[in-house]
T-cell receptor, first 114, second 112 residues
């Protein structure tokens, strides 16, 4: 079965500093990987995806993620964090053996302090 | 606005009751996925419909059922509700995995 792991429940970073939210995956075959963000009382908003091609994927709101096949990782990054980036972040992988549904990691809460 | 519409946004009901949650996918998307988000379980996949047909089932209880209608909107029916069914229920639509998945804003169900 496909799975993703987000090893950190919470990440704290100061505004203006770079941020990284970690994600590792376990899939058979080529992975389709996604990052979503959830603000309080809101739905999941798409940030970026990796399907194929360049290992560095650029997404919304200045976020990017690096696909690393050898380390089976897909870490989310941003060069300079904003207080408004504080939210819950989810990594997900497509499960091609289950109707292409997404399997989500447990989520990482990002806290950006002024 | 993501283009995926879920109604109602909030629902409060008593134990033992039955509710129906509705999802209208983005125009052109044939797939609808239902997820449950609870504090202790994270985001759990419930069921997937593609163009009216059930394609995959996840951790969906027998008390829960779903369907997708010819106009592609989907309904999730929850019956004999228990306190533990209180959660956020999301639907997502897609026209294919490579194109991504768009989520609605969810229905917050509170069972009292």
């Amino acid at each position: 079965a496909q799975s993703v792991a987000q090893p950190e429940d919470q990440v704290n970073v100061a505004e203006g500093n770079p941020l990284t939210v970690k994600c590792t995956y376990s899939v058979s075959g080529n992975p389709y990987l996604f990052w979503y963000v959830q603000y309080p009382n809101r739905g999941l908003q798409f940030l970026l995806k990796y399907i194929t091609g360049d290992n560095l994927v650029k997404g919304s709101y200045g976020f990017e993620a690096e696909f690393n096949k050898s380390q089976t990782s897909f870490h989310l990054k941003k060069p300079s964090a904003l207080v408004s980036d504080s939210a819950l972040y989810f990594c997900a992988v497509r499960d091609k053996n289950a109707g292409n549904m997404l399997t989500f990691g447990g989520g990482t809460r990002l806290m950006v302090k002024p | 606005d993501s283009g995926v519409t879920q109604t109602p946004k909030h629902l409060i009901t008593a134990t033992g009751q039955r509710v129906t949650l509705r999802c209208s996918p983005r125009s052109g998307d044939l797939s609808v996925y239902w997820y449950q988000q609870s504090l202790d379980q994270g985001l759990q996949f419930l069921i997937h419909y593609y163009n009216g047909e059930e394609r995959a089932k996840g951790n969906i209880l027998e008390r829960f059922s779903a369907q997708q209608f010819p106009d592609l909107h989907s309904e999730l029916n929850l019956s004999s509700l228990e306190l533990g069914d209180s959660a956020l229920y999301f639907c997502a639509s897609s026209q294919g995995a490579a194109y991504g998945y768009t989520f609605g804003s969810g229905t917050r169900l509170t069972v009292v």
